[in-house]
């Protein structure tokens, strides 16, 4: 079986090239570049292609991969917003996933964020290095005592309820499906949650539904002072939105390792780039906003757990067996 391999880091290599040996049969070409409409034909005498969260999987380009033979795509992923299901079923082409690789890897990166925003370590580390030990602007609240809202109680969501928990704070949360099992919280309305928490910690996915989740109208509902952290998807919150509510003092601080507009850079160093977009520079222009590079799974148990379950998805699909983590 042969899988062409998009958009190849040093470390995605790596943790594959670790694991390939345990699975005869299957090839790996590493490539550098994305997928794109320039780059799916590269696929012609594939039988899979391997892509992560910031591939372009439209139409087009599925079109494309049937053209060129491929009969399945591997996303060494979580999330799958990203690729047109329908296409893909009208093409034959199945699509698997990682359904949940680490989901403490991902919580863990949100409470870091969160604290980052609250605390201003990140400012602080750099204020130390340059003699400045004076705190003026790192002044941070309590997480102790205050209420956690989780929007969203899968596997990422759950975790981040459980850390929060152990932080001494009261864990309310928001699903479309309540867990039962996670009787140390509670579930509210939306609207409650809005309303009632100190910090709101984004776990849904995105999807046609939650796109824009939060918008100028959810952002009113907010406490004032709230401390917001996104590190599902950036379509979550509407990000002009998010911006005027900042303009408003409604955040004590934002944590954002997932925003609109990130797909063109993310994981690429452009430190040398004019851009074309602001958005990014003008979220980065608050002094209370914090933002990472969409690296919430970036751990070695994360990458490992990527890695084999990629592998074991595409030995399934060689060895005709049943398929546990197809997407539809
Ligand atoms: P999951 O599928 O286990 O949980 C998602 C939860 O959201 C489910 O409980 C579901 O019922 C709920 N949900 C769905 N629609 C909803 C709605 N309209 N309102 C409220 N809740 C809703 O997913 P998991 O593994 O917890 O991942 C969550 C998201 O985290 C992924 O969709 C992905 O976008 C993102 N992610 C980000 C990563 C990063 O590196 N920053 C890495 C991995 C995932």
């Known amino acids: 079986m042969k899988i062409l391999f998009y958009d190849t880091k040093s470390y995605d290599r790596e943790f594959f090239e670790k694991l390939l040996p345990s699975y005869p049969g299957i090839e790996i070409k590493f490539i550098e570049a994305n997928i794109h409409e320039e780059t799916a034909a590269l696929a012609h005498g594939y039988d899979a292609i391997c892509a992560f969260v910031n591939a372009d999987l439209g139409a087009p380009v599925i079109e494309e991969l049937h053209r ?21 079923a009208k093409c034959g082409i199945q699509v698997a996933r990682v359904p949940g690789y680490s989901p403490e890897a991902v919580a863990e990166h949100a409470m870091a964020l969160a604290l980052t925003a609250n605390r201003h370590t990140h400012k602080a580390y750099i204020k130390c290095r340059e003699n400045n030990f004076a705190l003026n602007g790192l002044m941070g609240v309590n997480f102790y005592q205050k209420t956690a809202g989780i929007i969203g109680t899968g596997k990422i969501g759950q975790a981040m ?12 949360a928001y699903d479309l499906f309540p867990n039962k099992n996670l009787d140390f919280l509670e579930y509210v309305s939306l609207d409650e949650l ?30 004032d002072g709230v401390i917001l952290v996104n590190t599902s998807r950036g379509g979550l919150i509407k990000t002009d939105d998010l911006i005027a509510g900042i303009r408003d003092h409604k955040f004590f601080a934002v944590g954002l390792d997932v925003y609109e507009e990130e797909s063109a850079y993310v994981y690429e160093d452009m430190s040398s780039s004019i851009l074309p977009t602001s958005t990014i520079q003008r979220l980065l222009s608050f002094p209370n906003v914090t933002m990472t590079s969409h690296q919430g799974f970036f751990t070695v148990e994360a990458l490992t757990n990527i890695a084999e379950t990629t592998l074991e998805n595409a030995k399934a699909f060689m060895d005709g067996a ?3 983590n197809l997407v539809h």
């Open 68 to 88: 060129q033979g491929v009969k399945l795509i591997l996303m060494r992923c979580a999330g799958y917003n990203n690729v047109d299901l329908k296409t893909t």
């Open 194 to 223: 809005l309303s009632t928490s100190d910090l709101i910690s984004l776990h849904c996915p995105m999807t046609p539904e939650t796109e824009h989740l939060i918008n100028s109208e959810t952002i009113a509902k907010m406490k």
């Open 322 to 324: 049943e398929m546990k």
């Open 161 to 172: 309820a459980k850390i929060c928990r152990g932080f001494g704070m009261k864990v309310i």
